[in-house]
DNA sequence: CGTGTAAGGAATTCTGACACG
DNA sequence: CGTGTAAGGAATTCTGACACG
């Protein structure tokens, strides 16, 4: 396994809402409210904080720019689902090509 | 430029203590010690707060093991200062190395 | 020496809501 | 729609200290 996109520390959510105001110089509020909106998924702790990635700080500084730019939410959420659209089908081509891998000598 | 060693988000603070200690499995007792210690060197938030980095957690974790191992913090502190020296001359290394390409045409 | 703990205070984070527009 | 804010509470973190060993 093992694809472009691995780094461990990238996806690993420990970062907690008031570091991450500090990275995206967004305010709480904003960042809660893009949860709501579902275009960031932070981890919640025991207690219930809050814990984000550093991806989850990349993709808020995104939001951040497209915001900017006059973008709505419900459209960067349609910009998110495609993106899962191409991830699946590149799992697909991944698997695909795994398949091929293994049954070439067959052929 | 650029080592073995980048990795970006490894050094980056961000940590609060409680996620470090849940991280490592360590006590906020154990953890502030490791400091006094001069074990660590977290960074400070603006009123205070401690910030630790992946790279803080592995060493914690190493500290860990080594403290279960029967070594005492002072015989740690001495590890580190080695491990720095090591650098120093791995840096010497590096910049001999960049040297030799620099003037290699001169010889 | 290394770590637990109670103490008191300050800062953090959380939720639900009202406000403006 | 997106964001600010005051409200009240719960959880976090901080420091200095006493304790045991």
């Given at each position: 396994m093992g694809s472009s996109v691995d780094n461990s520390y990238m996806y690993k959510k420990v970062?907690?809402?008031?570091?991450?105001?500090?990275?995206?110089?967004?305010?709480?509020?904003?960042?809660?409210?893009?949860?709501?909106?579902?275009?960031?998924?932070?981890?919640?702790?025991?207690?219930?904080?809050?814990?984000?990635?550093?991806?989850?700080?990349?993709?808020?500084?995104?939001?951040?720019?497209?915001?900017?730019?006059?973008?709505?939410t419900s459209e960067l959420r349609r910009e998110i689902k495609n993106k899962e659209v191409d991830k699946s089908s590149v799992n697909e081509r991944m698997i695909r090509g795994q398949l091929n891998a293994h049954f070439r000598r067959r052929d």
């Open positions: 970062i907690s809402i008031g570091t991450v105001c500090e990275l995206t110089g967004l305010s709480e509020r904003q960042i809660r409210y893009y949860e709501e909106r579902e275009l960031i998924f932070p981890k919640r702790s025991e207690k219930g904080n809050r814990k984000y990635s550093f991806s989850d700080v990349e993709t808020l500084m995104d939001i951040a720019n497209k915001m900017e730019d006059g973008l709505q």
